[in-house]
């Protein structure tokens, strides 16, 4: 799971460290996926479990649904995969860093089952409106009973 947040230098390369407490989340994978957020400056990153949810997900609209072609368009057809180097870091290519505004440092926020990737200053001027969406909808947050896999943690 993606938690927390962290920040990052980015290097002339264009390389920049994936925190290691996402590394962990990612398990054995030696890459991530990366693309450019759909309703955000920012890009979203995630491991290959996510992207086989959005698949599955997708794949239960009709064939031919223009929904589904336009999901797979822009999630699927704008996804990288960024394989990671021995020290952790990944190329972010030039359209990603365009898309976020990221230059010399990168924050990384995590998001449960995906992560975000901001250029930090722009990252705080949109923190204050997302905690206001958060506080409106506080009470989406429900207890669910637990799963009898779950008691045994």
């Known amino acids: 799971m993606f938690l927390s947040s962290f920040e990052s230098s980015v290097d002339a390369k ?13 398990g054995r994978a ?6 450019p957020s759909l309703d955000k400056p920012c890009i979203e990153g995630a491991g290959q479990r996510l992207m ?8 239960e609209l009709d064939l031919m649904d223009p929904r589904r072609i336009a999901l797979a ?11 990671l180097d021995e020290g952790g870091r990944v190329v972010l290519d030039a359209e990603l860093l365009a ?3 990221v230059s010399e440092k990168a924050k990384f926020v995590g ?3 995906r992560f975000q990737i901001w250029e930090p200053a722009a990252y705080e001027g949109e923190k ?6 958060a506080r409106e909808n506080l009470g989406l947050l429900k ?3 637990r799963r009898p896999e779950d008691a045994a943690e």
């Open 73 to 83: 368009n822009y999630i699927m057809g704008e996804a990288r995969q960024a394989k």
């Open 14 to 26: 264009k390389r920049v460290s994936i925190p290691a407490a996402f590394r962990k989340a990612i």
């Open 99 to 101: 898309v976020a505004g």
């Open 128 to 133: 204050a409106k997302m905690r206001a969406l």
């Open 30 to 35: 030696d890459s991530v996926f990366l693309w």
């Open 111 to 113: 998001l449960g089952d």
């Open 143 to 145: 207890a669910k009973p």
């Open 52 to 59: 086989e949810e959005f698949d599955a997900s997708m794949s």
